[in-house]
């Protein structure tokens, strides 16, 4: 069986019978249709069947007018090792100077690339002929440190006009970064430096968010410290705050002091089309996190491919896509579409609610920004705190710069749907609800702006070319108002190429025999609308949780959980959530007598520090309870559905015919 193993797609039914009631339809305002890149349904369905027509051939055409090709390419897909499918195999580029070189030339040199505003709306920017000598004086000094094409760079950075450079500097010499969230902790780092092989870290001695100092330079020390990092040779440190950090003389380097007196121009290093512009790390169903691998050419073709398709980008717009550089959407979505496509953009140290949760909007205000796209999260977080504070709610500032809004990293519930339309877009911005993974590289199914009708909570149709499907287990199309997986039957040019040094697991994860071997399976279930075949995600199919758009595996914390010395076994389930869309329950064997009481209490604290301390304080469990064993089959299997109802404080109704400790599971909620 494909997905959870113990697992009754039942669960998720209530939600999917109030995504099916949603009736109501937004048509995309008239002006924005007038304007738009994809102007209506029909252009849309052209597009459609231009790619259904000749897939390889609609590809072809758009990677030629898109990109900039240091050696054309010939070959178009190559499928003869699926579901390894390359794309543009024999092309070569430089994904550095499509983002930047190509802007001096076309009359964009003068124009902002980058605003970067502080933690404290300190707010300065660089225009694309700066960003492009920044990153040639970057990419110059890793030259000079010995760094070169096919080298792995993890890049342990907050928010900056560095860290963007950073990521470009790798490009433009073609080492392969791996960006490492900078809420990360040490263990969590090393794993990924590990993995990665990699021989250089680029950091910043602090971050600065909501006010506070976190160290970063601190954290790479830790890790080094635990071993098993022999491969780094170098650790480059960007000076932030300036407060004080250790540097061991022959291994640390200021950045400052690496690019000072390099050359402000860098020659390319064409690389090509399948060649990895980086792995980035993100959860599974299993333990170890997965280095998902990307392309050059695929993934540059869609992340501008999206920024014209579902943002519509125009050269005047003021963008802002508030994610960090350390998740996908801040690869795609800051670093290379809107670079790509000479857009200006801000680019936000701070976090939501500092100085307070009118921050958002205070900025859309201030920088007049036209396209804004967030996460769910951070709506469903304002809302609340617009409650608690009228003088955050977005009427009390001027919004009237937005055009588009966009979603992104999880369901977006109907409610704060129509809030963020309402409150923020003015009912005259169209949202851009854009589902997508690590994996997919870019938007997949999403309204487009000036062509879609929008329902609340529905990401409602995949982009031209991309043959989504909802299959079941045996890979069958399931009819339009049956629940299933969700498959794309067809590769598509910015997929994943590979799990970094693990073939098997690439397979194995998203080829499943089950579904033929060639098909990709999302880990997602999703269910399409009786009449218009709209797509609504109703839920991971695997044991990946979604806390606050940040994607954690149980097994993961689990294993986090189990390192700890008192720990005998540990359970980890998702609870729904009003904010945070999931929250993490533990249910905890200890190796000595069930606590009770303020000893419960005392040591779940331990253990919620010792989880964020052991992989992030995003994996900190909200909840842990603590029984005298865990809900288990004769086989000795944990019946996870049943901690879900637990953790939900529902009643058991299903069926516990096969479980070997009935009384477990009293214990269990009375446990809190
Ligand atoms: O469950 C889906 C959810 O986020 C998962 C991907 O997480 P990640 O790889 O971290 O990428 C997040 C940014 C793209 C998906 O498997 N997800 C993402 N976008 C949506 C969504 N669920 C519903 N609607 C969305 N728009």
Redesign the pocket.
């Known amino acids: 069986m494909v997905g959870k193993q113990d697992t009754e797609p039942e669960e998720n039914m209530s939600d999917i019978e109030s995504f099916k009631q949603e009736q109501r339809v937004f048509d995309p305002p008239a002006d924005f249709v007038a304007n738009a890149a994809i102007s209506g349904m029909d252009a849309y369905r052209a597009m459609c069947a231009e790619a259904e027509e000749d897939y390889e051939g609609f590809w072809a055409r758009l990677a030629q007018q898109n990109i900039q090709w240091t050696k054309p390419f010939t070959k178009r897909l190559d499928a003869s090792n699926a579901p390894f499918y390359k794309w543009f195999e024999d092309g070569e580029l430089n994904v550095a100077t499509n983002c930047l070189d190509r802007h001096l030339t076309n009359g964009n040199a003068d124009k902002t690339a980058l605003i970067f505003e502080s933690d404290d709306a300190k707010v300065s920017s660089v225009t694309y002929r700066e960003l492009y000598e920044r990153v040639c004086k970057f990419a110059n000094g890793l030259k000079s440190l010995g760094v070169q094409k096919g080298d792995r760079v993890v890049i342990y950075m907050p928010m900056s006009i560095e860290g963007i450079s950073a990521m470009l500097a790798c490009a433009r010499i073609g080492a392969t970064h791996s960006v490492v969230f900078g809420g990360f902790s040490a263990k969590s780092l090393q794993e990924r430096i590990i993995d990665a092989g990699a021989v250089a870290v680029l950091t910043a001695d602090y971050q600065v968010r909501g006010g506070r100092q976190l160290p970063l330079k601190a954290i790479v020390d830790e890790a080094l410290d635990m071993g098993g990092c022999d491969t780094i040779r170098k650790v480059i440190v960007y000076q932030r705050t300036g407060a004080d950090v250790n540097f061991n003389k022959d291994r640390d380097l200021w950045l400052h002091d690496l690019v000072d007196g390099q050359k402000a121009e860098c020659e390319p290093v064409p690389v090509g089309a399948e060649h990895p512009l980086f792995i980035l790390y ?2 599974g169903s299993t333990g170890k996190p997965k280095g ?1 691998q990307h392309s050059s050419g695929g993934y540059l073709l869609w992340s501008m491919l999206t920024m014209k398709w579902s943002f519509d980008i125009k050269p005047e717009d003021i963008y802002w896509c508030t ?1 960090d550089i350390g ?3 801040g690869h795609t979505y800051v670093t290379y579409g809107p670079l790509a496509c000479g857009a200006t953009q801000i680019v936000f140290e701070g976090v939501p609610t500092y100085p307070n949760a009118g921050r958002f909007w205070d900025m859309v205000q201030r920088h007049k920004i036209s396209i804004f796209y967030t ?2 999260t951070a709506i469903r977080s304002l809302i609340k705190a617009s409650e608690a504070d009228p003088k955050t709610h977005p009427r009390e500032y001027d919004l009237s710069s937005l055009r588009l809004l966009g ?6 519930n109907p409610e704060a749907w129509m809030w963020y339309y309402k409150n923020v877009g003015g009912e005259r911005c169209p949202i851009a ?8 590289g870019g ?1 997949v ?2 309204p487009l702006p000036g062509a879609t009708p929008m329902v609340p909570g529905s ?1 409602t149709l995949p982009l031209p070319g991309i043959a989504a499907a909802v299959v079941d287990d045996a890979g069958h199309d399931l009819p339009n108002g049956k629940g299933g997986l969700l498959v794309i039957k067809k590769p598509w040019p910015s997929m994943i190429r590979n799990i970094w040094n693990d073939p098997e697991r690439f397979t194995k994860s998203y080829f499943p025999q089950e579904l033929g071997g060639t098909t990709y399976l ?3 279930g999703a269910i399409r609308n009786e009449e218009t075949g709209y797509f609504t ?1 109703t ?2 199919i695997d044991d ?1 949780l ?1 806390i606050s ?3 954690l595996g149980t097994a993961e914390i689990e294993s986090a959980l189990v390192a700890n010395p008192i720990v005998a076994e540990a359970a980890v389930v998702g609870k729904p959530d009003d904010t945070t869309g999931e929250s993490i329950c533990a249910f905890v064997v200890l190796k000595r007598t069930r606590p009770e009481g303020d000893d419960a209490k005392a040591i779940a604290k331990e253990l919620r520090e010792w989880v964020a301390k052991e992989i992030s304080p995003i994996a900190r469990p909200r909840e842990i309870r603590f029984g005298d064993n865990l809900p288990k089959t004769r086989s000795g299997k944990i019946m996870r559905r049943l901690l879900r109802v637990i953790a939900k404080d529902e009643e058991i109704t299903q069926d516990i015919s096969t479980l070997e400790n009935p009384a477990i599971l009293e214990q269990l909620k009375q446990a809190q």
């Open positions: 993100t959860s998902v994610a998740w996908i959407t996460a769910p979603s992104v990293g999880e369901p977006i609800d854009t589902f997508w993974q690590t994996e997919t938007h199914i999403t990401c999302a880990g997602d995600i839920g991971r990946v979604n758009g940040h994607r």
